[in-house]
C-alpha cells in the first residue's frame, strides 16, 4: 500500500515537498515513481528512481527543477518540487514497480494521489 502526502497549494516559484510511504517488505526491490495528472489531461511520468536510488529520470518537463529521492530505511520516496509553475498544476501519484524494463510506465502499485495547485 503505498501513502502520499503533501501536496497544497502554493504560489508559482515556490516548493512543495511530496512523501510516499509504502507498507509491506521488500520496499527496495521495487522502482519508484512519480507521475501526475492534471485536470482533462492523461496522466504522465514525472520521475523514477532506480532500486539503490542511484539512478534517476525526469521528464523534460521538471528536469531541474523537481528532485526524486527514497530512503529504503522508511520504505519512504520523496518528491521536492522547486520553481513551481502553474502548469505544475495536478494529482500526484505514486507508484511502485517490481521488474520490468527500467524505462517502462508499467507500475503495478498505484498511490491514491495528492492534490498540487500552483497558483499564478
Known amino acids: 500500500q503505498l501513502q502520499a502526502s503533501g501536496g497544497g497549494l502554493v504560489q508559482a516559484g515556490g516548493s512543495l515537498s511530496l512523501s510516499c510511504a509504502a507498507s509491506?517488505?521488500?520496499?527496495?526491490?521495487?522502482?519508484m515513481g512519480w507521475f501526475r495528472q492534471a485536470p482533462g489531461k492523461e496522466r504522465d511520468i514525472v520521475a523514477r528512481i532506480s532500486l539503490s536510488g542511484r539512478s534517476t529520470y525526469y521528464a523534460d518537463s521538471v528536469k531541474g527543477r523537481f528532485t526524486i529521492s527514497r530512503d529504503n530505511a522508511k520504505n519512504t520516496v520523496y518528491l521536492q518540487m522547486n520553481s513551481l509553475k502553474p502548469e505544475d498544476t495536478a494529482v500526484y501519484y505514486c507508484?511502485?514497480?517490481?521488474?520490468?524494463?527500467?524505462?517502462?510506465?508499467?507500475?503495478?502499485?498505484w498511490g491514491q494521489g495528492t492534490l498540487v495547485t500552483v497558483s499564478s
Open positions: 509491506g517488505r521488500d520496499f527496495s526491490s521495487y522502482v
Open positions: 507508484a511502485a514497480k517490481y521488474g520490468g524494463l527500467w524505462s517502462s510506465d508499467d507500475y503495478g502499485y
